[in-house]
């Protein structure tokens, strides 16, 4: 990590003990520096794409902070059209938790959570968010609006956020059983959100408003899935922030202009495939933050080619059935229901990708995948896929073997090597 911006992270750190509200206008400026900078890249390839996507996720973290009465709190499988399409911001804690790591500052938020009773093995990206909240450095929103997908930690920080901030919770609750019985359930309680929105900020949201929202997400995912379709047959300049932008894009910023522009400009800007490089596909979040998993996996001499969250497609949305289309995204998700469900569609993408091997990452904290990681090696190995469970953390150093990690993915890399 830059000199500079370890500094910074120190000075943050040294500020959330002694002053939060400096703390926040610390990152604040920080993130609004990102937006300025990446926001400038005019580039056409994918390393400028992603520099956009970037700067457009940073502005949604300092808009959020600066007008908290105006954001909710949600989680990164939240369908946030109706947000969008009233003005309101969403302001989602798993990803400020990798911007915090990112700014060299996650520790002390991190160190605060188990000072306050929050479990050692927690999910470090929720266990960041309570940190930066209990701080005062995260503010208060207007409310949270969460879903039961497709992560345990979720059901438990979030209330405690509820709790902690005094503000109002909705959890859409997702029936694991994949029909349209489900799909009616959830898009009903989708509906009761929007009264509580309206309520709530003052606003109406305009039913046009939201059906150009969902016109939106279909436009874009039109494009994506036919990018994940093709994805096999391109090489793209793939970094580990890309894969994290690619994540955020088709989750919580689906249905913004600024999303769509990101996956037509990714998807334009693959070049014929590089058969020199070898070429993964990655199990869960990427840790964006790591020097040493960013040195070998940017090298040059391998491409990441996806990761499972971030192709998790459901049936194309539907504007002149929005609710309906935001319930069927959860139901259909490849993240609800069996974890079968999960490595099927994995094996699938990594199929279309033409991936030479996968490294399911076992992120701390995330039981759901932990507990998959066996099963997947076997099927992704039965597939002729090599994989390599590697144990990490998406934010929080202080759970990595950063020298076992490098020498592990070195060492599987080869492995990809002499099998060509």
Same mark, same amino acid.
């Given at each position: ?216 997400? #279909?436009?874009?995912? =039109?494009? @994506?899935?036919?990018? $994940? *379709?093709?994805? /096999?047959?391109?090489?793209?300049? !793939? ?16 249905? #913004?202009?600024?999303? =769509?522009? @990101?996956?037509?400009? $990714? *998807?334009?800007? /693959?070049?014929?495939?590089?058969? !020199? ?20 996996? =940017?090298?040059?001499?391998?491409? $990441? ?5 971030g192709a998790d497609c459901p049936p194309l949305p539907d504007p002149e059935q929005p609710y309906e289309s935001m319930a069927r995204r959860l139901v259909y998700c490849a993240n609800n229901g069996p974890g079968q469900r ?79």
């Amino acid at each position: 990590m830059e000199k500079y911006i370890e500094t910074i992270g120190s000075i943050i750190e040294k500020q959330t003990v002694k002053n939060p509200a400096s703390a926040r206008r610390l990152l604040m400026a920080a993130y609004s520096w990102v937006r300025f900078n990446k926001g400038r890249d005019k580039g056409t390839d994918a390393i400028a794409a992603r520099n956009r996507m970037n700067a457009a996720v940073a502005g949604t973290i300092v808009d959020s902070f600066r007008r908290p009465e105006q954001a909710v709190m949600v989680n990164i499988f939240m369908p946030c059209e109706q947000l969008h399409a009233m003005g309101l911001q969403p302001m989602f804690p798993e990803g400020i938790s990798v911007y915090l790591a990112n700014t060299a500052c996650q520790r002390v938020f991190g160190e605060a959570a188990e000072a306050a009773d929050v479990p050692e093995t927690f999910c470090s990206y929720h266990k960041t968010m309570i940190g930066a909240a209990e701080t005062g450095v995260m503010p208060k929103p207007l409310m949270i609006a969460n879903t039961t997908l497709a992560c345990d930690a979720n059901q438990l920080s979030f209330r405690r956020l509820a709790e902690f901030y005094h503000i109002p919770q909705t959890v859409i609750d997702v029936p694991s059983l994949v029909s349209e019985e489900s799909v009616a359930y959830v898009a009903d309680q989708l509906r009761a959100l929007t009264g509580q929105l309206e309520d709530m900020s003052g606003r109406r949201l305009k039913p046009e408003a939201l059906r150009d929202a969902v016109a939106c997400s #279909r436009r874009t995912m =039109e494009v @994506y899935q036919d990018f $994940l *379709a093709r994805r /096999g047959e391109v090489t793209l300049s !793939s970094t580990l922030t890309g894969e994290m932008c690619s994540l955020i894009t088709v989750h919580i910023m689906l249905g #913004r202009p600024e999303g =769509e522009k @990101y996956i037509r400009d $990714l *998807a334009a800007a /693959g070049v014929p495939k590089d058969e !020199s490089k070898k070429r993964i596909f990655w199990i869960h979040a990427p840790p964006n933050w790591q020097d040493s998993m960013k040195d070998i996996l =940017e090298s040059g001499h391998c491409e $990441l080619v996806g990761s499972d969250l971030g192709a998790d497609c459901p049936p194309l949305p539907d504007p002149e059935q929005p609710y309906e289309s935001m319930a069927r995204r959860l139901v259909y998700c490849a993240n609800n229901g069996p974890g079968q469900r999960r490595l099927e569609n994995a094996l699938l993408r990594a199929k279309q990708a033409k991936a030479d091997g996968v490294i399911f990452f076992c992120h701390w904290g995330c039981k759901q995948t932990m507990g998959l990681a066996q099963l997947g090696k076997q099927m992704f190995e039965a597939e002729g896929l090599p994989t390599l469970v590697l144990d990490g953390d998406g934010c929080d150093a202080r759970n990595v073997a950063d020298g076992q990690m490098v020498t592990r993915v070195n060492a599987f890399l080869e492995q990809l090597e002499g099998g060509k």
